[in-house]
């Protein structure tokens, strides 16, 4: 019997919690929530839907209250304490294919009510937007509207370099994209779409790197963060540049320095993407470049590469020994400042100090390379620059490359070298020989 009593209970709780989905104060049954302490707010789905079929809904608010932003708001405590019911569900309203956008006022005739434009007055009058702050006081009666917007998407597709296609991995299973398939789709937040670098899609065995997002398709003008969504709620297209192999992108001036840092490397390439301002930053001058260098024009500017401590019979330059897998092309490296310093207690001569490089393999491939600077050296009697000591005093004659009995020795359309500043500080001083 006990058992009987409990499931009648527990069924008689399930149906005033259904009467209370209506209303939104705590109370025990519907007609003591519709009653002098209540205002009633009619909200219209206006081509949308609350649940299937169901285009409007009436919602009760105590007098003093501020009216529920409906959609996504819970029941359970929407304004504060006291407002809701407690352990309510959630409503929702939606419109297929659109987006909400806000609560608007429904225009009202003169007779007070609402304006349809539709036969079966589903649809509304839209107003202006509602003020969600405003408290309910007593008489007010409040009608409310959804204002939508046809959904729209920020498309992705792909620029593959040369146009080569792109394998991916997607549910364990390998994909191909070929140059202008849509590859992601950005859905719109409160109009906008936030920044982002993460690349759209994961080349496979890293065939492809991703470089940039961009707004056209021959990949000219970065996108501009964040992207508005337009007002005809028309797709917007932006373009994933991706370059053949695996390259390390540089930006930044640290990555500058990890490239330096690298240079002895055949494993890795570098990409340069911008030019950079290198200001405050002082990088070590690479023993040995090894790796590829894309300048695709770009400048890196105000560089500090320096050396201390060389001993001697060492050399030291920018780029140090250039070897045969080097590829240094299209970038201008200006007003880069090297330092060289030996090591003091050394009792011997013979180190070397180069600005440029310190040799050069037959095989490197160099193209277009700029280079602007300064090359500063310390030195003292008992360690001196023995590629800049001629017949017992000193000469700039040979101070930007290696291996070449003098700079004019060496001949290259590919490099285009100036040395504009070139000091010694010595034990009697400083000697500027430029």
Avoid at 36 to 65: L, P, Q, R
Wanted: negative net charge.
């Amino acid at each position: 019997m006990k058992k009987i009593k409990w499931i009648w209970i527990t069924v008689l709780s399930m149906l005033a919690s259904l009467f209370a989905f209506a209303g939104c104060v705590t109370v025990e049954t519907l007609e003591d929530k519709i009653g002098d302490n209540t205002i009633c707010v009619t909200y219209y789905a206006n081509e949308g839907e609350f649940s299937a079929s169901v285009y409007k809904k009436d919602m009760y608010h105590e007098v003093g209250s501020k009216v529920f932003n409906v959609p996504g708001v819970t029941l359970e405590n929407p304004n504060g304490a006291g407002n809701a019911i407690v352990g309510g569900p959630t409503v929702k309203v939606s419109y297929s294919g659109y987006d909400f956008v806000a609560w608007h006022e429904v225009e009202l005739d003169d007779s007070g009510n609402p304006v349809y434009l539709d036969e079966a007055q589903r649809i509304v009058k839209a107003g202006d937007p509602f003020d969600f702050s405003k408290v309910l006081q007593e008489g007010d009666r409040v009608y409310l509207c959804a204002v939508w917007i046809k959904q729209s998407q920020v498309l992705v597709k792909l620029v593959s370099e040369n146009g080569s296609a792109i394998t991916v991995t997607e549910d364990q299973a390998d994909k191909q994209y070929a140059n202008g398939d849509t590859v992601r789709a950005f859905n719109f937040k409160n109009d906008l779409v936030q920044s982002t670098t993460t690349q759209p899609i994961t080349p496979k065995n890293g065939s492809h790197t991703f470089l940039a997002y961009y707004a056209d398709e021959a990949c000219t003008q970065p996108v501009q963060w964040p992207i508005q969504r337009n007002e005809d709620a028309t797709d917007i297209v932006i373009y994933a540049k991706y370059l053949e192999g695996t390259w390390t992108i540089v930006r930044t001036a640290n990555q500058v320095s990890d490239m330096f840092n690298s240079a002895g490397s055949t494993l890795k390439k570098f990409y340069l993407a911008n030019d950079v301002d290198c200001s405050g930053v002082n990088v070590l001058t690479a023993a040995k470049f090894a790796t590829e260098l894309k300048g695709n024009g770009y400048t890196i500017r105000n560089l500090t590469a320096s050396r201390t401590g060389v001993k001697s019979e060492t050399k030291t330059a920018l780029f140090g020994e250039i070897t045969a897998t080097a590829k240094i092309t299209d970038v201008t490296f200006e007003n880069v400042t090297v330092k060289v310093t030996p090591f003091s207690a050394q009792q011997f001569s013979g180190f070397e100090a180069y600005f440029a490089f310190t040799s050069l393999a037959t095989e490197a491939q160099i193209e277009n390379v700029k280079i602007t600077g300064s090359l500063l050296v310390e030195t003292t009697s008992n360690m001196l620059a023995a590629n800049l000591w001629k017949n017992g005093d000193w000469s700039a004659e040979n101070c930007k490359f290696g291996g070449y009995a003098t700079d004019d020795a060496f001949e290259s359309e590919e490099w285009d070298v100036t040395v504009s500043d070139f000091v010694l500080t010595t034990d009697s001083g400083e000697v500027d020989l430029i």
